[in-house]
């Protein structure tokens, strides 16, 4: 069995994962350009650790700017099996108020000027995306959770919106009918570049604010998103933590195949593949291209 190795993906407010062991910070190059920044590489009691800011030091790349192909191919090239991200949103539902940690288990992709896969002409695939959050993942967050004594509510949906402007009225009550839970601008093409490039995924959102709907909260402001951001860090790190310590060594085979989605995804003809293409996949798919 393969060794697992975690990777966290912090959102806005967690911009470094104090606590990890033997620390180095390697600058990783991608064939699909720069990532958000170094990854920071350590152990938690053994278990590989590699950190990723998303938005890079000091918050400085914008959710449609962030290259996330390039993020996922250097994870995947050093052998992260695991992605679990942080992410600061937006609540549709009274009873998820700022300071609520929702387990994400569905997405809805409102982005549109975004890079959101690493295959196209030359070597075209299809994974499924019914089931984007790997479940195995999840339940080890969940469990950290409980024994952190850290309230988080089990599931829910996120929208994912282009950005970087908060949406309208008229937007947030579309998405609250429609019975989303949660909102934010990053974790898609995230979780189908992680999914393509055959790593589990889990998405841990932070509600920070209520959007635009409430009746109490006339429009979203980044100055309080920051307040409850701050509130939400030292605990997002504690449940990180303790996800590190206890996680499995081994890497267990996904339940639902999200360490295997290439196996039936690929439809080019081997003859119609375009080299060039097939160079810059060598990470993400090289499992299902070799030989
Ligand atoms: C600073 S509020 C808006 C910003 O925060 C979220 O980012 P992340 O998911 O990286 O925590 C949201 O999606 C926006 O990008
Ligand atoms: N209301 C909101 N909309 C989009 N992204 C967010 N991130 C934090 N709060 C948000």
Redesign the pocket.
Known sequence: MAKAVLGIIGG?GIYDLPGLENVVEKRIESPWGEPSGPLVMGEVAGLPIVFLSRHGTGHRISPSDINYRANIDVLKRVGVTDIVTL?????FKQELPPGTFVLIDQFVDRTYRRESSFFGTGCVAHVSMAHPISPRLRIHIAEAARAEDIGVVHDGTYVC?E?PQ??SYAESMTYKQAGYSV???TNMPEAKLAREAEICYASIAMV?????WHPDHDA?TVQD?VKVLVENAEKAKRLVARLARDFPREHEPCPIGSDRALDNALITAPQARDPALLKKLDAVAGRVLKG
């Open positions: 806005s992410s600061a949103c937006g609540s919106i950005g908060f949406s909102i934010g601008m920070t604010d209520f959007d635009c979203v998103i």
